[in-house]
């Protein structure tokens, strides 16, 4: 059975993964699964708002990319074409939560942590708020800088959209969660 | 939004990590708190683990080819009936395809559950229920008398790969299948019976 | 990827599944304390990259089974050992991340007396993702119907370096079970499954591969129409 490359210097090109699943070998997507599952697993986290609904959407849309692959114009930006579908599942998971369930706290609660800044319901509740008042692009735009630290270039080459613009929507989302933690002290 | 609650170009720039900017008082503190709780709150996160990854592969292996036994220990599927053709003889189990119910249209490739027909001659039983690795061993599943007198059969769809499996007579006897594949120690000093269902059934003696 | 981050990974979701098989536990009328070490163990071993069904599995079997809780757990422990093991030798097989059917298949080929380095040629002798755990799957059965265990998986290797797929190997115990039931004996059963007769097509022309949507039409497995049932022989 071939072991599977990851990482590495052996480790094979994104475009060629796909190649050779489309030639027959589909257990080497398990390859891009592992890879994508790491690069945006946080970024699904963030989007979606909830643990479990953001495994369901990476899962949803690994399953929709591998049953489209061959739509896949350009095997070497395969990412960014997953990175598509993951986010609007991602948008469909967030959507359907609150739809469901309204009233529930925006986040499982959070883990106990010794040294970091309190983070009380109230504010982990404010960020909630303030991304859904956001329109999808800006929320895509500030967890893609803010919780996955990416580049203005790195996240224009994702999502195909110009560095000025794609700085407008962070800074709209920044005055947006300003606003809601300011609401907290009143 | 109050022109108040906004952050100015050079506060933005900061926020931006451009360490040329510099800025002071009630401005600074804002986005130094922004940038405190985002910290926090990302922190926290939980993010998907590498049962994703599993969960995935067991999808795609089940899209590719015949799909992952263990996939059967998870929640009961709607399972769609097609009309099935069994020839048999009086003692034999045979075989017909089937689709597990889904929502997207089947990808040709192998079947990926199969109808598998169990039997047991019981003629004293009140009751034969059959439990196994397929139903999580839990409530046993009631296998109904034949028109053969003091025979018991049922008929269920089990994807391909092994199983292992007990009949139970009137509640409390635990016994095994004669007509499996093989009889395999289970460990708490009993045997399991065994069958390894085919993308084209099982064939009984 | 290390195993330092994989931990760290599961981690972020181990309160979730722990909830879960301790519930299920509990709900099939399992001690606290029993679920509790259940949970634990299985935490432990996902936290190692084993699968956690063979061991929730065999928790369920022995409560259906009205076992006393201090004789499942030593049951579960073992098979823990046997999982590990399992996942070991897929390693050194080549496999880097083995998926839970392989470790399990490996682990129960263990368990049935197939010996470390015949596992390592079965699975060295699989192409194809899922062929793996198929291969030793058979020939643990084939050695639970009395094939040695030798025997057993240079049967299956032989087959799959022939081009045979998963799907037809996975004919072959119940095809031996017709045999034996008909009263050939084990010599000539062995012989028949050498000679490949086992199988339902020559190699190429059956069975399915692996093949993802968006490629050439492939051909899926043959259906038995109706009164044909190939060589597979019955007894009334």
């Known amino acids: 059975m071939e072991p599977r490359l990851i990482d590495g210097p052996d480790a094979l090109p994104d475009g060629e993964v796909v190649r050779r699943v489309l030639a027959g070998e589909a257990a080497l997507f398990g390859i891009l699964v592992e890879r994508y599952r790491e690069e945006f697993g946080r970024y699904a986290a963030a989007l979606v708002g909830d643990p479990d609904r953001a495994a369901d959407a990476m899962q949803e849309a690994f399953i929709r990319a591998y049953r489209s692959l061959a739509s896949c114009r350009d095997f070497a930006r395969v990412k960014a074409w997953f990175f598509r579908i993951l986010t609007n599942q991602c948008h469909d998971q967030r959507a359907r939560r609150r739809r469901e369930a309204p009233l529930e706290g925006f986040d499982a609660p959070a883990r106990e942590r010794a040294d970091a800044a309190v983070m009380d319901g109230e504010v982990r509740d404010a960020i909630g708020a303030a991304l859904d008042r956001l329109t999808p692009e800006q929320r895509e735009a500030f967890v893609l800088r803010h919780v996955d630290g990416r580049s203005y270039e790195e996240m224009a080459a994702i999502l195909g959209t110009g560095v000025d613009a794609l700085k407008m929507r962070v800074y709209r989302a920044r005055d947006a969660l300003r606003q809601q933690l300011e609401h907290l002290h009143e | 939004m109050s022109e108040l609650s906004k952050f100015s170009p050079e506060a933005q720039q900061y926020l931006d990590g451009d360490s040329a900017v510099r800025l002071e008082g009630a401005e600074r503190a804002s986005a130094d708190r922004l940038e405190q709780v985002i910290a926090a709150y990302t922190a926290q996160l939980r993010v998907p683990g590498a049962e994703v990854d599993g969960a995935v592969m067991r999808r795609i292996r089940e899209l590719a080819a015949s799909r992952s036994w263990w996939s059967w220990l998870l929640a009961p599927r709607a399972i769609r009936v097609r009309p099935a053709v069994l020839a048999v003889a009086a003692a034999v189990v045979l075989v017909v395809l089937w689709r597990v119910g889904e929502r997207e249209p089947p990808v040709r490739a192998a079947a990926q559950t199969v109808l598998v027909r169990f039997q047991l001659a019981a003629p004293a039983a009140h009751d034969v229920t059959l439990a196994g690795s397929f139903n999580g061993w839990s409530e046993g599943i009631p296998l109904r008398k034949s028109v053969v007198p003091g025979l018991w059969v049922v008929t269920l769809p089990l994807p391909v790969g092994e199983h292992q499996y007990l009949f139970q007579v009137d509640g409390n006897q635990w016994t095994p299948d004669p007509g499996a594949h093989a009889q395999v120690d289970d460990g708490f000093g009993r045997t399991n019976s065994v069958l390894v269902v085919g993308p084209r059934g099982v064939a009984g003696p | ?236």
């Open chain 3, 1 to 236: 990827m290390s195993l330092l981050v994989l931990s760290a990974a599961l981690a972020s979701v181990l309160t979730v599944q722990q909830g879960d098989l301790h519930s299920r536990l509990i709900e099939r009328g399992a001690a606290p304390d029993f679920a509790r070490q259940v949970a634990q163990l299985a935490n432990r071993a996902r936290a190692e990259g084993l699968p956690v069904e063979p061991l929730a599995d065999k928790a369920f079997e022995g409560l259906a089974k009205g076992v006393a809780a201090s004789r499942i757990l030593p049951v579960i422990q073992g098979l823990a050992v046997r999982l590990r093991a399992g996942r070991a030798v897929a390693v050194s097989a080549g496999v880097v991340h083995p998926s839970g059917s392989v470790v399990a298949a490996a682990a129960e080929a263990l368990g049935r007396g197939i010996e470390r380095g015949e596992i390592l040629d079965v699975l060295q002798a699989s192409r194809a993702p899922e062929a793996g755990s198929v291969g030793l799957t058979v020939a643990a059965s084939l050695v639970a119907q009395g094939i040695a265990p030798l025997e057993a998986t240079h049967a299956v290797v032989l087959a799959y370096r022939e081009g045979h797929s998963p799907q037809e190997l996975l004919e072959l115990p119940s095809v031996t079970s017709s045999w034996l039931a008909e009263g050939v004996q084990l010599p000539e059963v062995l012989r028949r499954i050498r000679e490949g007769q086992g199988l339902p097509f020559p190699p190429g022309q059956g069975g399915s591969q692996v093949r993802p949507p968006g490629l050439s039409p492939g051909r899926g497995p043959p259906v038995n129409p109706p009164g044909k049932s190939g060589n597979r022989p019955h007894k009334p």
